[in-house]
């Protein structure tokens, strides 16, 4: 079983290499985003010399006015122009970047989760893969739609705001630079704990994800149960541990963020002392200073950004690793390189052959235990037993959702590993104990078992399967969205809709699932009789705890603990003091009582 792997306690942004290898499928918009970051930053890094030009030049010998210091306000008023375009040019497009690339991430998780077979979804909880879907992905678009390209714009503009210092005034420039080290050391000691929480915090995230999905999923029982109180606290816990989790993280930020501003800043303070040295000894002109001061409050809050910026960054980068897991998640039922075609035409014969089988959650506990059983084409066969004797797990081999651990599964004589599971399924249609229905129209529900399916076709199947008479009173009839889990129809309506859809498989086997189990008297004669349709010609190995749903079976396969222990009809079995004729006593005593 491939399980999403433990995480690596990385200390680095290295894991948005994923996000980057999904952006980089849009060149263009990444050049237009690079050439207008580099000009705003340009642009912003040349006003502060633009100021000097006005001080030294347009002020000079007691100008204060007319032609002279108009030019370089012009000039000035050219370079915001040119900022302020070059900005909205670069937000556009990385606002672009991000929504597509965090779209194209979300497209490929969602890809790859269909391919994986259901054991992986009994080792990985349903609510945390949607939580790194979508809350995770929502940190992706914030850092690529904006942190990211706000630290870019910080990097070129400190790194042009030193080159500018360096050349306005190379001693005072110098004894600025001595205090980066005192920067960059508490960004990066920090700045790995901050990541370590980031990730804490985002799995604290999903815990509530997972408890608000479940307790909705089934509120009729905590409801039933008066369990209101309970669930609200296991509510309540899971988010105090996210609060108490983000409480650390902001802690750490915090932290960071107040050092390395106090530490530039304080630099600053010390350097623009000294250059006020200069200018009243002379060696500095009063523009220069005025650059260099500007200059250097870019440059500490362009540093002071990036520092914020480090934390989200490392933020996503626990988001990114956690999709990457899920991208990274291999199918265990695959394709072979070459596969054997099943063939044709399809007789729907169904063989185990020492078979034995346990599922990945419950690997101490055999399910199929050297388990073998042939079913002929075009029969009836009826599977009974005690519940976890094995009866659900024939089906779940059958379409292959899982290989056995030893022995062959085989349909029309060939080996299931041997032939692609799309084909296998191609072959078989079900109809399961709990008919799940989507939260789509009725059409869609019905067009799942055959999307091409005229309208002809979909009421043909649904007269076939008593479900046309309820269809038809729908207020828009197969346009009807069918609510949430088909909450819209009753039990016996949203399994004669699974028999429906059943019917448009047209597959040459048929596995039924407890079809008849939990319906009143009448919704289970209308589902009875469509099921004697639907089995018409078609091989059809019923589930069934209803003894009387299955007198009409070619042969009846009695089976316990992943075995089988006895085989026959109704007639020869009940004649037999064996486990079916108890169960069968019971049932129809009950029934007469």
Same mark, same amino acid.
Not at 400 to 417: A, E, K, T
């Given at each position: 079983?491939?399980?999403? !792997?433990?995480?690596?306690?990385?200390?680095?942004?290295?894991?948005?290499?994923?996000?980057?290898?999904?952006?980089?499928?849009?060149?263009?918009?990444?050049?237009?985003?690079?050439? %207008?970051?580099?000009?705003?930053?340009?642009?912003?890094?040349?006003?502060?010399?633009?100021?000097?030009?006005?001080?030294?030049?347009?002020?000079?010998?007691? %100008?204060?006015?007319?032609?002279?210091?108009?030019?370089?306000?012009?000039?000035?008023?050219?370079?915001?122009?040119?900022?302020?375009?070059?900005?909205?040019?670069?937000?556009?497009?990385?606002?672009?970047?991000?929504?597509?690339? +965090?779209?194209?991430?979300?497209?490929?998780?969602?890809?790859?989760?269909?391919?994986? =077979? !259901?054991?992986?979804?009994?080792?990985?909880?349903?609510?945390?893969?949607?939580? *790194?879907?979508?809350?995770?992905?929502?940190?992706?678009?914030? +850092?690529?739609?904006?942190?990211? =390209?706000?630290?870019?714009?910080?990097?070129?503009?400190?790194?042009?705001?030193?080159?500018?210092?360096? %050349?306005?005034?190379?001693?005072?420039?110098?004894?600025?630079?001595?205090?980066?080290?005192?920067?960059?050391?508490?960004? $990066?000691?920090?700045?790995?704990?901050?990541?370590?929480?980031?990730?804490?915090?985002?799995?604290?995230?999903?815990?509530? #994800?997972?408890?608000?999905?479940?307790?909705?999923?089934?509120?009729?029982?905590?409801?039933?149960?008066?369990?209101?109180?309970?669930?609200?606290?296991?509510?309540?816990?899971?988010?105090?541990? +996210?609060?108490?989790?983000?409480?650390?993280?902001?802690?750490?930020?915090?932290?960071?963020?107040?050092?390395? $501003?106090?530490?530039?800043?304080?630099?600053?303070?010390?350097?623009?002392?000294?250059?006020?040295?200069? +200018?009243?000894?002379?060696?500095?002109?009063?523009?220069?200073?005025?650059?260099?001061?500007?200059?250097? %409050?870019?440059?500490?809050?362009?540093?002071?950004?990036?520092?914020?910026?480090?934390?989200?960054?490392?933020?996503?980068?626990?988001?990114?690793?956690?999709?990457?897991?899920?991208?990274?998640?291999?199918?265990?039922?695959?394709?072979?390189?070459?596969?054997?075609?099943?063939?044709?035409?399809?007789?729907?014969?169904?063989?185990?052959?020492?078979?034995?089988?346990?599922?990945?959650?419950?690997?101490?506990? =055999?399910?199929?235990?050297?388990?073998?059983?042939?079913?002929?084409? *075009?029969?009836?066969?009826?599977?009974?037993?005690?519940?976890?004797?094995?009866?659900?797990?024939?089906?779940?081999?059958?379409?292959?959702?899982?290989?056995?651990?030893?022995?062959?599964?085989?349909?029309?004589?060939?080996?299931?590993? /041997?032939?692609?599971?799309?084909?296998?399924?191609?072959?078989?249609?079900?109809?399961?104990?709990?008919?799940?229905?989507?939260?789509?129209?009725?059409?869609?529900?019905?067009?799942? #078992?055959?999307? /091409?399916?005229?309208?002809?076709?979909?009421?043909?199947?649904?007269?076939?399967?008593?479900?046309?008479?309820?269809?038809?009173?729908?207020?828009?009839?197969? /346009?009807?969205?069918?609510?949430?889990?088909?909450?819209?129809?009753?039990?016996?309506?949203?399994?004669?809709?699974?028999?429906?859809?059943?019917?448009?498989?047209?597959? !040459?086997?048929?596995?039924?699932?407890?079809?008849?189990?939990?319906?009143?008297?009448?919704?289970?004669?209308?589902?009875?009789?469509?099921?004697?349709?639907?089995?018409?010609?078609?091989?059809?190995?019923?589930?069934?705890?209803?003894?009387?749903?299955?007198?009409?079976? /070619?042969?009846?396969?009695?089976?316990?603990?992943?075995?089988?222990?006895?085989?026959?009809?109704?007639?020869?079995?009940?004649?037999?003091? #064996?486990?079916?004729?108890?169960?069968?006593?019971?049932?129809?005593?009950?029934?007469?009582?």
């Amino acid at each position: 079983m491939s399980n999403v !792997p433990n995480r690596p306690k990385g200390k680095s942004i290295k894991n948005l290499r994923m996000v980057w290898s999904f952006a980089i499928a849009y060149p263009g918009h990444i050049a237009i985003a690079g050439l %207008a970051l580099l000009v705003a930053a340009g642009a912003t890094s040349g006003v502060p010399y633009a100021f000097k030009l006005i001080i030294d030049k347009g002020f000079a010998n007691g %100008a204060g006015s007319g032609p002279s210091i108009a030019r370089w306000f012009e000039y000035l008023l050219l370079l915001v122009g040119v900022m302020a375009l070059a900005t909205a040019t670069r937000f556009y497009f990385v606002s672009w970047l991000g929504e597509r690339t +965090v779209a194209d991430i979300r497209l490929a998780v969602h890809r790859n989760l269909l391919r994986l =077979s !259901p054991g992986f979804f009994e080792e990985n909880r349903p609510a945390e893969i949607t939580s *790194r879907i979508t809350v995770d992905t929502t940190i992706i678009e914030q +850092v690529v739609g904006t942190t990211l =390209s706000v630290a870019l714009r910080n990097l070129v503009m400190g790194t042009v705001c030193i080159a500018i210092l360096f %050349a306005l005034s190379a001693k005072l420039a110098a004894m600025l630079l001595l205090g980066v080290p005192l920067v960059v050391i508490p960004i $990066i000691v920090v700045g790995r704990k901050v990541r370590a929480v980031s990730t804490q915090s985002q799995d604290r995230i999903a815990d509530v #994800g997972a408890v608000t999905s479940e307790v909705l999923g089934a509120m009729k029982i905590v409801q039933a149960f008066n369990q209101q109180g309970r669930e609200a606290a296991r509510f309540a816990d899971s988010v105090e541990r +996210v609060f108490t989790t983000a409480k650390k993280r902001m802690l750490l930020r915090a932290i960071m963020t107040a050092t390395v $501003i106090f530490l530039l800043f304080g630099a600053i303070t010390m350097i623009i002392w000294q250059g006020a040295i200069d +200018v009243s000894s002379g060696l500095m002109s009063g523009g220069t200073i005025a650059a260099f001061v500007l200059y250097g %409050a870019l440059l500490a809050g362009a540093f002071g950004a990036l520092s914020e910026s480090y934390g989200d960054l490392l933020r996503a980068s626990g988001a990114s690793e956690r999709l990457g897991e899920l991208l990274a998640a291999k199918p265990d039922i695959e394709a072979p390189a070459s596969p054997a075609q099943l063939p044709l035409p399809a007789r729907g014969e169904l063989s185990f052959e020492h078979v034995t089988f346990h599922y990945p959650t419950r690997k101490e506990t =055999s399910a199929l235990a050297d388990f073998s059983l042939s079913v002929r084409p *075009r029969e009836r066969l009826a599977v009974v037993g005690p519940s976890g004797a094995g009866k659900t797990t024939l089906f779940q081999l059958a379409e292959r959702f899982y290989d056995p651990q030893s022995g062959r599964v085989l349909m029309d004589g060939i080996d299931l590993r /041997d032939a692609d599971p799309a084909d296998i399924r191609q072959r078989i249609a079900m109809v399961p104990q709990e008919t799940l229905l989507f939260a789509g129209t009725a059409r869609d529900n019905l067009r799942y #078992g055959n999307w /091409d399916a005229s309208d002809d076709q979909l009421w043909q199947a649904a007269r076939d399967a008593h479900a046309e008479d309820f269809l038809r009173a729908l207020p828009e009839g197969l /346009d009807t969205f069918m609510g949430e889990g088909g909450a819209r129809l009753s039990g016996g309506q949203r399994q004669r809709m699974a028999i429906a859809r059943a019917l448009l498989r047209d597959a !040459p086997l048929l596995l039924l699932d407890e079809a008849t189990s939990a319906l009143d008297a009448e919704s289970e004669r209308l589902v009875q009789d469509a099921l004697d349709r639907l089995m018409a010609d078609r091989t059809t190995i019923v589930i069934a705890h209803r003894l009387a749903t299955v007198r009409a079976a /070619d042969r009846i396969v009695v089976m316990d603990h992943g075995k089988i222990v006895e085989e026959g009809t109704h007639a020869s079995l009940t004649a037999e003091s #064996g486990l079916y004729a108890r169960l069968a006593r019971l049932q129809f005593e009950q029934h007469a009582a």
